[in-house]
């Protein structure tokens, strides 16, 4: 019997699986998978552990994915690319770059699992360009009885919609067919702004830019807005001793420390936000897209985000910053915003309307119950979908209400899944059963 934990990147969940398992192929995934019906154990294939809630953990019979990682066929002619679920993102990226190919937008976090990644609905920022869910064209997956499936827009559509965003509620999603784009270059331009500006701004630089996202930090005036939009070249990166000193340095090393002091002394908090929104000064430099999209997060964190309806953006990030007052919250991590179009998977955080993204942190050592549910209490007021990934404390009894398809998506898993082989605690929470 193993004793191996099971821990996710964060730190805050962890779980003792039955036995572990490394599959090499569908083939295995679907023996593993009627092995463990057969002994009467649930079974789950988690991805790098980037998800802050319990989506991955199992007691049963634990996948790894480092076995299926290959890419089966690489077209550049439609810019269909199909990989194998346990493909970190970055050597997706990596292998794009080589065909001439790129997916047309990404979060900023390249470490997770193609499957990890988007069962979660991870999905960036975009004015035209939704996140990962949008970009797949095709699944292959092992369901609760071991036999293998593949789903499109066009083959068992119902079912591609569901498992786009599934949650490994529907099988365990062994490969995607990814719809790519001709590669190309973005210009990144970074600049601290003032609140009232950013605030006054924000449709206006949202419709001039394809990928616009702002950090407000707390306790201070300052923000940091980031465009990028797409350019013809030449590619013009940082240098690359600005890049260390700004990204790894600033952004990494010295960021850790300023966490550390925080937490031992929090009256900093206030003057070193402060001074954080002024360092990470205003810098323009050209890249190609997924170095631009994604960027290096060594100091750990717990995170809660919420997706809302677009134009509730402002009165929602007026009302959170209202309530740092009346809280008295005293919180060292920016809060991040980001914008995307509808989407079409069923739970997918920005199903069928236009929505803001309000992420909130806090360092992995310092507790986040109070300011967590407190931020929650106000999206949730404003019809807030909490990110599959993150942590919340919603239920089936809540999301029902926020998801149009949930109940379709709830009977959907019943008639695939009906005796829970892919259960957990997590999955009892937000679907009830």
């Known amino acids: 019997m193993s004793v191996e934990t099971w821990r996710n990147w964060a730190g805050n969940e962890k779980s003792v699986p039955a036995r572990v398992v490394t599959p090499r192929s569908t083939e295995e995934v679907a023996a593993a998978v009627r092995a463990a019906a057969a002994d009467g154990l649930a079974i789950r294939m988690p991805g790098t552990g980037h998800s802050f809630t319990g989506v991955a953990l199992t007691d049963g019979v634990l996948l790894r994915p480092s076995g299926l990682t290959g890419v089966r066929s690489i077209d550049t002619a439609t810019g269909l690319v199909t990989a194998e679920a346990g493909l970190p993102l970055w050597r997706l990226n990596q292998i794009l770059a080589e065909h001439g190919l790129a997916l047309a937008n990404m979060g900023d976090i390249q470490e997770q699992t193609i499957a990890g990644a988007s069962q979660t609905g991870t999905h960036g920022t975009g004015r035209d360009h939704a996140g990962l869910a949008s970009q797949i064209a095709g699944l292959e997956l092992v369901l609760a009885d071991g036999s293998v499936v593949t789903c499109s827009a066009t083959e068992r559509p119902e079912l591609?919609?569901?498992?786009?965003?599934?949650?490994?509620?529907?099988?365990?999603?062994?490969?995607?067919?990814?719809?790519?784009?001709?590669?190309?270059?973005?210009?990144?331009?970074?600049?601290?702004?003032?609140?009232?500006?950013?605030?006054?701004?924000?449709?206006?630089?949202?419709?001039?830019?394809?990928?616009?996202?702002?950090?407000?930090?707390?306790?201070?005036?300052?923000?940091?807005?980031?465009?990028?939009?797409?350019?013809?070249?030449?590619?013009?990166?940082?240098?690359?001793?600005?890049?260390?000193?700004?990204?790894?340095?600033?952004?990494?090393?010295?960021?850790?420390?300023?966490?550390?002091?925080?937490?031992?002394?929090?009256?900093?908090?206030?003057?070193?936000?402060?001074?954080?929104?002024?360092?990470?000064?205003?810098?323009?430099?050209?890249?190609?897209?997924?170095?631009?999209?994604?960027?290096?997060?060594?100091?750990?964190?717990?995170?809660?985000?919420?997706?809302?309806?677009?134009?509730?953006?402002?009165?929602?990030?007026?009302?959170?910053?209202?309530?740092?007052?009346?809280?008295?919250w005293r919180i060292s991590f920016p809060i991040e915003v980001r914008l995307l179009p509808a989407e079409d998977a069923w739970l997918s955080m920005a199903h069928d309307r236009r929505s803001a993204f309000i992420a909130v942190h806090v360092y992995h050592r310092n507790d986040h119950k109070a300011y967590f549910e407190g931020v929650e209490e106000i999206l949730t007021a404003f019809e807030g979908r909490p990110h599959w990934g993150k942590m919340h404390t919603r239920d089936a009894a809540y999301l029902e209400t926020v998801y149009p398809r949930f109940g379709d998506f709830t009977k959907l898993r019943d008639e695939l899944d009906p005796d829970r082989l892919f259960r957990n605690a997590y999955l009892r929470r937000v679907f009830g059963a």
Not at 182 to 187: G, I, K
Request: glycine content about 8%.
């Open 160 to 328: 591609f919609d569901a498992a786009r965003v599934g949650l490994g509620a529907l099988g365990v999603v062994t490969a995607i067919t990814w719809r790519t784009v001709p590669s190309f270059l973005l210009c990144a331009r970074e600049e601290p702004m003032a609140w009232d500006e950013v605030l006054g701004r924000v449709d206006e630089l949202e419709a001039d830019n394809e990928h616009f996202e702002f950090y407000w930090f707390p306790h201070s005036e300052g923000c940091l807005t980031k465009r990028n939009n797409r350019v013809e070249g030449p590619r013009d990166p940082l240098p690359k001793f600005k890049a260390w000193l700004d990204d790894e340095f600033i952004s990494n090393k010295v960021f850790g420390v300023a966490q550390g002091l925080t937490r031992r002394m929090p009256s900093t908090i206030g003057p070193i936000n402060g001074i954080s929104a002024k360092l990470l000064g205003a810098r323009t430099f050209t890249d190609t897209s997924h170095e631009v999209f994604t960027s290096s997060r060594t100091v750990r964190f717990k995170e809660q985000e919420y997706a809302i309806p677009r134009e509730h953006l402002v009165p929602a990030l007026r009302e959170i910053r209202a309530a740092f007052d009346r809280r008295g």
